[in-house]
């Protein structure tokens, strides 16, 4: 995966910003005071141990979970009490680390679904087929088509989804996050249980919809290995909090770092604990 060609750094316009962010469950501290900022198309890669509350950061910036206190903006917008609906209608889109697509859905019907709250003409809509509706549809359709065109996967938009492989699948998740044109998309674990290949097609799904399309990217990942390769800055917590922030070189070889993956060679190719 190494050896791609130097490419400028991420715009200094910050279209994510996380403040002081902190959440407990039930007494036990999971973020306390996270800072980060996202780039316009840039790639940040959060990392840390199990239980490091990376999954927790994400919940917290989409909406899923309220802070206890903090401020998040996505493009100067408050995201903080706002529902999931909400903030992603306004441009956050996100996958997570166990898959969710639609049994008894095709590709195609799975990746329109990304479109679902855009679709709503009401039940009279559904029962009578209203033109406007039926165009709504074929206008998803086309987009569902064209995404699925982007990430490789066109061929495949009349199998039933969950037919597909582990690693395909993971791929229409990112092709249904896709479909609504998030400016930031948050990535769970994109590369759990994929193997070294897909993983290679991960790392240059992630380049091209930062470089073609301008998406800045959140990425979570255990798999060091990609993380240090895609990433523009990585991130990492440890116990909720913010011990390190830098460029992958020099998160390699941070002290801190090093420490909290108990001495882990973070050159190696091997998943993180």
Partial sequence: MGGAPARPGPSSVSRLVVRD??????????????????????????????????????????GINPPDRGEITLDALPLVGLKPSVIAAHGLGRTFQATQLFRGMTVLENVMTGLHGRLDEGVLGAVFRSRR???????????????????????????????????????????????????????????VGLSLNRIVEVDSLMRRIRDERGVSILLIEHVIRLVMDVSD?????????????????????????????????????????
């Fill in 133 to 191: 509706l039926c165009d709504a549809e074929a206008q998803a359709a086309a987009r569902a088509r064209e995404v699925l065109a982007f990430v490789g996967m066109e061929k495949f938009e009349e199998r039933l989804a969950t037919e597909l492989s582990f690693g395909q699948q993971r791929v229409i998740e990112i092709a249904r996050a896709l479909i609504s044109e998030p400016r930031v998309l948050l990535l769970d674990e994109p590369a």
């Fill in 21 to 62: 962010v902190a959440i407990a469950f039930g007494g036990v501290v999971a973020l306390d005071g996270v800072d980060l900022e996202l780039g316009a198309a840039e790639i940040r890669g959060v990392i840390g141990p199990n239980g490091a509350g990376k999954t927790t950061l994400l919940n917290v910036i989409c």
């Fill in 233 to 273: 800055r990585i991130t990492v917590l440890s116990h909720g909090r913010k011990i390190a922030e830098g460029r992958p070189e020099a998160i390699r070889i941070d002290a801190a770092v090093i420490e909290a993956y108990l001495g882990k060679d973070l050159h190696a190719g091997s998943p993180a604990p």
